[in-house]
């Protein structure tokens, strides 16, 4: 107990990595999907700033003390807001159209496409005769 | 002497307007005359400015805002265009020589057509030159001048961002003329086979300048910002990403319309979002509704009028589609399974993309119009855009070698066999021997696929493998493209998924470990150079028999009041080990720096993959004389 103590007061003095590679990697993952909220557009992972270095610190920490990766997102979304978060959430009607617009612009476009060859389909003999 | 320029862009603005009268008239030749002359007068206009930089006249309001006498020469005159100004005068003259290499260049045969072409062009070219000298003047003096001007973003001194922006502009104002020839299609209600023929050669002059733009774009942005990565979704990176990715589909859809005369009304249609797409980057990025580095003019009104030329120029060329496209002759029957097929399915994901990248990138912005303050990153484009994408990368070796008309797919079991044993293997060898997760083997296999088919539908061209140097550039060309798009995707892949980071912070002597390497900080010293001074480490790297010295640097402009990173790379052959020097900080009574040092693997396949793009779609471009 003392040991992790002194390794978490270590990790949140300066960007010192995890002693375990998987958590190390997953905090890191973490790092890059959410805002720096002092900076421009950049990932907490990449900013220098000094904000940015205590919501490392504080992500390592987390992970330290065994929070899942959506604790994580969800206790600095409580704290700096959805703005933070750069995978943005699925909830609410604009949520929805975020995320499930893409794929259902993608199955409108295959449809439309499909259409259009379905109804012409009697005139494949046409096309075949002129390819001959 | 700028006076002379501001004339003569009166000049070009006359002449834009005389090559809008005569060509919609239809008379070709006094339509070509007028855009050439017009071209020439607003380069010797630009030339003025460009001298203006060159000499460090700061009695012109531009260059007292922009630049510096300390400056070396290449980014005086590259500051020209590194402004909101002469980046607009620079849009202008790329417009009106569109224009004037159409007018030397077109052979159509078809008179009405080419100088109703030239007449839309001019259009353009009278919009952008009014923007100009209207809205966001140049050529103004400055009274009385300073003796030192503010000097450029540090950050844009750069020999990659020097040529950065006139190559992105060549890309972004070719999709002008595309756009003039198909509303000029569309006035004649001839989308044909000499249409196509034409309008493929001027998507490819548009696609290839706009690809190696991006690509310097982001290896700017790669070594520049020190930030390990080469692609951040930022709202300005995806504007330029938008018209590629309409382009890259017009592209294909050409083909369609140019062998088969088919989707003439789609090809038209994309002709004209392209260039749409292209004037709405321009928008998002000067308007200031996405502040960035590019956003150096944040001016409201200006961004409102760009808005309002946007939407003129949509309404103008979707009213014309929407009139002359239900008309149109090429619309024929196609069948799913033919290369009309494939080429539309590359157009439906394409679109669907570009579509997904204006979704994630505007979303923000509509949002916090309802006051929910929220960002759209890189999770949510891996999660969308990657797969859609993907799908179109699965299918594209199997489909490409479809016919014309209605495809034989008896030999669809030997490709599904062939795609299943390269799964296997990569799965194996990923997770078993590489160690690397299922995703990223899967993502190599899809690369390997795209090499391995490019090739493939190379030979059955060529038919034997002797004749594989007598096919058409042309035919060169798209598997050059399509071998450049599977290294890229084998380099983004590995570069994302097994990119290594971490921050060391060590005090002179002192040796830290990074990336498997042995980095020992020897000295840090102060350096100076012509305009900045720096903060200069030299760290020795080991690594088994290997070593290197890297020296990162951290740069300090006193004219802008601002620092940058200056990365060191080592290119190990597998590889860049990356450094970037950060702040000092004293720990235990003991000064030490921080570095922030990445390993970056196979990230050159990155850049290579989209040279071969670039490079594909110029080999495309070439006529082969018979």
Redesign the interface.
């Known amino acids: 107990m003392k040991a992790l103590m002194l390794s978490l007061v270590i990790a949140m003095?300066?960007?010192v990595?995890l002693q375990d590679p998987a958590e190390e990697a997953r905090a890191?993952a973490l790092m890059?999907?959410l805002?720096c909220v002092a900076c421009?557009?950049?990932?907490v992972?990449?900013s220098?700033a000094p904000i940015a270095e205590d919501m490392r610190a504080r992500v390592r920490e987390m992970i330290m003390e065994g929070s899942s990766d959506q604790d994580v997102r969800d206790w600095f979304e409580s704290r700096y807001?959805?703005?933070?978060?750069?995978?943005?959430k699925g909830r609410g009607f604009?949520g929805t159209?975020?995320?499930a617009?893409?794929?259902l612009?993608?199955v409108a476009?295959?449809a439309?496409?499909?259409l259009?060859?379905r109804r012409?389909?009697t005139?494949?003999a046409?096309?075949?005769s002129?390819?001959a | 002497m700028i006076e002379a320029g501001h004339f003569m862009a009166f000049l070009a603005l006359g002449a834009s307007l005389a090559q809008m009268v005569f060509g919609l008239k239809g008379d070709r030749r006094w339509a070509g005359m007028a855009a050439i002359a017009g071209f020439g007068v607003m380069a010797l206009s630009f030339l003025t400015l460009v001298h203006a930089f060159a000499v460090s006249d700061f009695s012109v309001l531009l260059v007292a805002q922009n630049s510096h006498t300390l400056k070396p020469m290449l980014y005086k005159v590259a500051g020209t265009w590194g402004n909101h100004e002469g980046s607009m005068a620079l849009w202008a003259l790329v417009t009106l020589g569109f224009g004037a290499a159409a007018a030397a260049l077109m052979k159509t045969g078809r008179e009405t057509f080419e100088a109703r072409a030239l007449g839309v062009q001019g259009l353009l070219a009278a919009g952008a030159m009014a923007y100009l000298l209207f809205a966001s003047s140049p050529y103004l003096r400055l009274d009385p001048a300073p003796f030192q001007g503010a000097g450029l973003n540090p950050l844009l001194q750069d020999p990659a961002l020097s040529f950065h922006p006139p190559m992105l502009y060549l890309g972004y104002v070719g999709y002008s003329f595309v756009f003039a020839l198909a509303a000029a299609g569309m006035m004649e209600g001839r989308i044909d086979r000499v249409w196509a023929k034409e309008a493929r050669r001027w998507s490819l002059a548009a696609f290839v300048p706009l690809t190696f733009g991006i690509a310097l774009g982001s290896y700017w942005a790669y070594y520049e910002l020190g930030?390990?990565?080469w692609w951040?979704w930022?709202?300005v990176e995806n504007a330029s990403l938008m018209p590629w990715l309409i382009g890259a589909a017009l592209l294909h859809s050409v083909i369609v319309t140019e062998k088969r005369e088919n989707f003439a009304a789609w090809t038209a249609l994309l002709a004209v979002v392209a260039f749409l797409f292209s004037i709405m980057g321009a928008f998002l990025v000067r308007s200031g509704v996405l502040?960035?580095v590019h956003a150096f003019a944040v001016d409201p009104k200006r961004g409102t009028i760009l808005l309002f030329g946007l939407m003129a120029y949509g309404i103008l060329a979707l009213g014309l589609f929407a009139w002359r496209g239900p008309g149109l002759k090429g619309a024929?029957?196609?069948?799913?399974v033919?290369r009309e097929?494939a080429l539309?399915?590359n157009n439906?994901?394409l679109?669907?993309a570009a579509?997904?990248v204006l979704?994630?990138t505007l979303?923000p912005l509509m949002?916090e119009a309802?006051g929910?303050?929220?960002?759209?990153?890189?999770?949510?484009f891996r999660?969308?855009?990657v797969p859609?994408l993907a799908?179109l990368l699965v299918l594209l070796p199997v489909a490409q070698n479809w016919?014309?008309?209605?495809a034989d797919v008896k030999q669809w079991t030997r490709w599904a066999i062939a795609g299943g044993v390269l799964v296997a293997v990569f799965a194996v060898l990923g997770v078993g021997v590489w160690k690397i997760s299922l995703g990223a083997a899967l993502g190599i296999a899809l690369g390997v696929w795209l090499i391995g088919g490019a090739l493939w539908e190379l030979k059955r061209r060529a038919v034997t493998l002797k004749r594989v140097f007598s096919v058409s550039p042309r035919v060169w060309g798209m598997t050059l493209a399509h071998i450049g798009i599977g290294l890229f995707i084998i380099g983004a892949v590995v570069e994302t998924t097994a990119r290594y980071?971490?921050?060391v912070?060590l005090a002179e002597g002192a040796s830290g470990k990074a990336a498997g390497w042995t980095l020992t900080l020897d000295d840090v010293g102060s350096i100076e150079g012509p305009n900045w001074y720096a903060d200069k480490a030299v760290l020795t790297a080991v690594k088994g028999g290997t070593k290197t010295v890297l020296e990162p640097m951290k740069r300090y402009y006193p004219a802008a009041r601002m620092p940058t990173t200056e990365t060191a790379i080592f290119k190990t052959g597998t590889g860049d080990l990356y450094a970037a020097l950060?702040?000092q900080?004293v720990?235990d009574g003991q000064t030490r720096w921080?570095f922030?040092v990445y390993f970056n693997p196979l990230i050159d396949l990155v850049y290579a993959g989209v040279l071969l793009i670039g490079l594909g779609g110029f080999l495309s471009l070439v006529k082969v004389k018979r």
Do not use: C, H
């Open positions: 003095m300066a960007d990595p890191q890059r999907e805002r421009e557009n950049e990932p992972s990449q220098s807001g959805e703005f933070v978060l750069f995978r943005p604009g159209i975020l995320w617009g893409p794929f612009l993608l476009g295959a439309i496409g499909f259009t060859t012409k389909r005139d494949a046409a096309i075949e002129e390819d | 930030w390990g990565g951040f930022d709202p502040t960035s024929k029957p196609w069948l799913m033919s097929g539309m399915a439906v994901v679109v669907v579509l997904t979704l994630g979303f949002a309802t929910r303050t929220m960002s759209v990153g890189e999770p949510y999660l969308t855009f859609i799908l016919a014309w008309g209605k980071e971490t921050t912070a950060g702040e900080r720990v921080v922030r």
